[in-house]
């Protein structure tokens, strides 16, 4: 693991004296691979943070929500996770193309406790792997470079209150995004969300806003 810590990491650990607790710490957590208790906890999981980087080098974040055991752990050097429908932007699915270097950080905000997981992607346009995704338009294949765990101290202890309502169902049907029957939008939105969005009855942005603050995303 010699390798873990950059230059500049380095340089900062010296300033701050903790160099020696840094080199403690990735002998005593840093790993290669998943355990069979880091992937029970990756299976347990309905979210994570996933981060990317663009050509630009600039960092992009992003939640990524589904039901538990939405990210699936085939082997311990490599996880899977679906793309659902999003807003089009396909910045995350965009970075991965182009650089594929991939942070992926997993909490439970229950029992605090996190575990960070970061290696290289793959966009998985078809095949098995994706076919097991009801609604899915694309798998995301993550060789794992280094897991490690994290100090929980900072974590908020909260309780998840429901699942959300757009989930893919069983069949791969996906309720319609809200936003998706604003009136600005519907001649860029795709035929069939169009034809949708005009069979549920369109909203102008300020309902979409007044709906949201309400509860109703």
């Not at 990735?26 to 880091?38: D, N, P």
């Not at 798998?139 to 974590?155: D, L, M, S, T």
């Amino acid at each position: 693991m010699a390798d873990f810590y950059t230059d500049t990491q380095r340089t900062l650990q010296d300033e701050f004296q903790t160099r020696g607790l840094a080199d403690r710490l990735s002998e005593a957590i840093l790993s290669e691979e998943l355990t069979a208790e880091q992937t029970a906890f990756i299976h347990s999981r309905n979210m994570f943070f996933l981060s990317t980087v663009d050509e630009q080098g600039f960092p992009s974040s992003s939640y990524k929500g589904g039901a538990p055991g939405f990210v699936r752990v085939p082997n311990s050097r490599t996880l899977v996770f679906p793309n659902y429908d999003g807003n089009g932007m396909f910045m995350s699915l965009g970075n991965i193309e182009a650089k594929a270097k991939v942070g992926l950080l997993f909490i439970d905000f229950e029992t605090p406790q996190r575990m960070r997981v970061r290696g290289e992607a793959r966009l998985l346009r078809d095949g098995p792997m994706l076919a097991s995704y009801p609604g899915a338009s694309i798998a995301v294949e993550v060789e794992i470079e280094r897991v490690w765990q994290n100090c929980p101290r900072y974590v908020h202890k909260m309780q998840p209150v429901e699942q959300s309502p757009y989930l893919p169902a069983e069949d791969g049907s996906v309720r319609l995004a809200l936003w998706k029957r604003i009136d600005l939008v519907q001649d860029v939105l795709p035929a069939a969300d169009q034809a949708e969005a005009e069979a549920l009855g369109l909203i102008t942005a300020e309902e979409y806003e007044a709906r949201v603050a309400g509860g109703d995303g």
